[in-house]
């Protein structure tokens, strides 16, 4: 029985350990915490674009001499479960893309009353963050349609490949992009079912539908091969998120129909930009993560220091999305080397 | 052996169960604290009354689901639908409340009956038509995320800020020690886990149905001999797992207020499963404790946990660490009954 006795004692003993080693620590620890603030950056989940942006919020936590920690969180449970964390960590600004804000308004709401909270990438305008760092997806995805349209001047069928239908910045710029292909009044409240044909009035432009992956690349690359299976004749597949693009790319190439058929990115994979130069891919949107990454921890770090000049009467700061075709990729290119320190 | 001899004999058998059990609750016990130890040196945050509140709340959350799969596993079989229940159930509930307008009551009913049929079908599939459990949940894992997607047509599902009375079940704070504001208060949601694991221990461990359900886990023919109903054992053993799972899964999307059909609930199958095998549960069936099941659930909320407020920096490896802390845990806990029962043989053989 001794030996028994022996295995509840051991835990009971570290438990002992544990309340005595915590309780010292607890006045002094947060003092030298304190001098250098803590800023969270968030994303909604993983992929290159977010790595950018990582890049941009590490390059401001060196400039300014704040600890960063950037969370790439799974899913929406597990971002509200990362935020509850930081807050318990104390943390002195968070700077987070809400992947449902309408409904995260509880959490967020919590977290902005705890610390400094801003949105970017994708807004919360019902809570109370305090202001937004990001670009209208709207009219992102409107850039994004017009492209099809150039890229496809005598009209076609399209196809459209996203990660993800049901969060807000993948909403508007998947209707920007459909209202943009068909050339409809721009009206960012319109919410097209994923599986509809939808026909441009003048009957030439033809949007198959929306595929989504759930993030799942395998899954993106299916989706773009059973396209081609099932619609042998379509002229033009669009990319909404930074790896729909080259999936589609290689499907395509797979197919053996490289440049016939029309490939319209969002984002700045390598292999879309390369695309570009070499004729494949007709052009694509691009936001700017890196900025998106900066200006989040910068200002925050103002904030922490009670500069609230650094907020604009909009609340928003917009770090507007770009047209990048065959005139500018290579200034371009060369550009995003330099930032993500490739070069 | 005659009869009497064969009663006194039980009794010895018994205690040496109860130990092996028990020794198994105390290895998970012991995890969890050493885990708790480090993080609470490491972080003078762990032990705030808020964190651990946070922490009591998520566990009870994953009991709920773990206390599911416990059942099903202890007769032997494994539910690898929990997370697409969970999905389910998280969307339809809102979707039935918000965009359909159906009242709390029928809602609520609805999203639990569903569950139950759901555990029904399985129970069913495994027992009558003999197919096997790992087949038939794992279907059901694609089905049940795919209706999930195709009911709500990938949109989330939320209850944006309506329904506070009855997402209380799942956010509220129960003040059991004052109403101070530094007080701990007891998650509503604890206190559902409590009463789950009281009702499931009492049922697996003093009652004769829990009995059946060890016996027939441990030897399903010997079981069906001795006159045990092994199917209606095996039956309710589904329906009560995946009522569970569309129980918790009502809790999870109470409290994130929204579920997204793509990734609601993506792999809490196998949170589950593991909280019941860290507790102490056989994948050969026929042993396992709910109270072990319970820590073995609070052990991975605790890590991710750890992990948050510990090393931030390394949140992309937090899966590599959990998986290597449980695999750390299920070895050395091996290796400790092991060395145990070779010296039990060894004090055996010295006696006369």
């Known amino acids: 029985m001794a030996r028994w006795t022996s295995i509840l004692v051991f835990p009971l003993l570290l438990a002992l350990v544990a309340g005595c080693g915590s309780q010292p620590q607890a006045g002094d620890a947060s003092q030298p915490a304190d001098v250098v603030p803590k800023l969270a950056f968030i994303s909604n989940g993983v992929a290159d674009f977010w790595t950018i942006a990582e890049q941009g919020a590490t390059k401001a936590g060196k400039d300014l001499g704040v600890d960063v920690t950037v969370v790439m969180p799974n899913g929406m449970t597990d971002q509200t479960r990362k935020v509850e964390d930081l807050l318990t960590r104390g943390i002195d600004g968070i700077a987070i893309s809400p992947i449902d804000s309408e409904n995260q308004i509880d959490i967020l709401n919590k977290a902005a009353s705890e610390t400094i909270l801003i949105t970017h990438d994708s807004d919360a305008p019902n809570s109370n963050r305090v202001m937004y760092i990001g670009m209208d997806n709207y009219l992102a995805g409107l850039m994004c349609g017009e492209l099809v349209r150039k890229g496809l001047p005598d009209g076609g069928k399209v196809m459209i490949l996203i990660g993800r239908a049901d969060q807000d910045n993948a909403k508007g710029r998947r209707q920007g992009c459909i209202d943009g292909i068909l050339g409809r009044d721009p009206d960012s409240s319109r919410n097209d079912p994923l599986g509809e044909v939808l026909t441009s009035e003048d009957g030439k432009y033809i949007v198959l539908g929306t595929l989504t992956d759930q993030f799942d690349r395998a899954k993106g690359k299916a989706n773009a091969e059973d396209t081609l299976t099932r619609h042998p004749d379509i002229a033009a597949m669009v990319g909404l998120f930074t790896y729909n693009p080259p999936l589609a790319m290689e499907a395509i190439d797979r197919a053996g129909k490289l440049g016939k058929i029309k490939v319209i990115a969002f984002d700045e994979a390598d292999a879309v930009l390369q695309g570009i130069k070499d004729g494949t891919v007709v052009g694509t949107v691009v936001q700017d993560p890196y900025e998106y990454g900066y200006q989040s921890i910068r200002v925050l770090n103002e904030l922490v220091k009670e500069n609230t000049a650094v907020v604009p009467p909009s609340k928003f700061i917009d770090i507007p999305a770009r047209v990048i075709d065959q005139s500018n990729v290579d200034a371009f290119w060369e550009d995003l080397k330099e930032k993500t320190g490739r070069k | 052996m005659t009869s009497t001899q064969s009663t006194t004999d039980s009794l010895p058998r018994r205690i040496a169960t109860r130990l092996r059990t028990g020794g198994k609750i105390y290895g998970i016990l012991g995890l969890l604290v050493m885990i708790c130890a480090y993080t609470a040196i490491a972080s003078d945050r762990f032990l705030l009354v808020g964190n651990v509140e946070n922490l009591v709340h998520r566990t009870a959350l994953f009991g709920i689901l773990s206390i599911g799969a416990a059942l099903v596993i202890i007769t032997g079989g494994i539910d690898l639908s929990i997370g697409s229940v969970v999905c389910l159930v998280g969307v339809l509930l809102p979707y039935l409340l918000v965009e359909h307008q159906w009242s709390v009551p029928v809602a609520v009913t609805t999203v639990l009956a569903l569950s139950l049929g759901v555990g029904l079908v399985h129970g069913l599939l495994v027992t009558k038509l003999r197919l096997q459990p790992f087949v038939v949940t794992l279907c059901g894992l694609l089905f049940y995320r795919g209706l999930a997607r195709g009911i709500t047509n990938d949109q989330s599902q939320g209850f944006g800020l309506e ?46 149905y829990g009995r059946y359900l060890l016996a027939l886990g441990n030897n399903p023919e010997a079981a069906k001999y001795s006159g ?54 056989s994948l050969r069936g026929g042993e396992g404790s709910i109270l072990g099941v319970v820590i073995g659930a609070a052990v991975m909320v605790v890590l991710s946990n750890t992990i948050n407020l510990v090393h931030p920096k390394y949140q992309n490896i937090e899966f590599a660490i959990i998986g290597a802390v449980i695999l750390a845990g299920a070895i050395v806990d091996e290796l400790v009954r092991r060395w145990l029962a070779v010296r039990r043989a060894a004090r055996q053989s010295e006696k006369p």
């Open chain 2, 163 to 208: 329904f506070k009375g009855l997402r209380s079940i799942a956010t509220g704070r129960l003040p059991i020690f004052g109403e101070a504001e530094g007080a701990f208060h007891l998650p509503a949601t604890t206190l559902v886990l409590i009463i789950f694991a009281i009702v499931a221990a009492v049922f697996l461990n003093k009652t004769i």
């Open chain 2, 228 to 281: 045990i109903n092994t199917d209606r054992m095996v039956l309710l053993a589904y329906a009560v797992c995946s009522t569970l799972a569309g129980f918790g899964g009502m809790l999870f999307v109470l409290d994130i207020n929204a579920a997204q059909p793509s990734d609601f609930g993506n792999f809490y199958e196998l949170y589950a499963i593991a909280a019941a095998v860290l507790g102490g549960c």
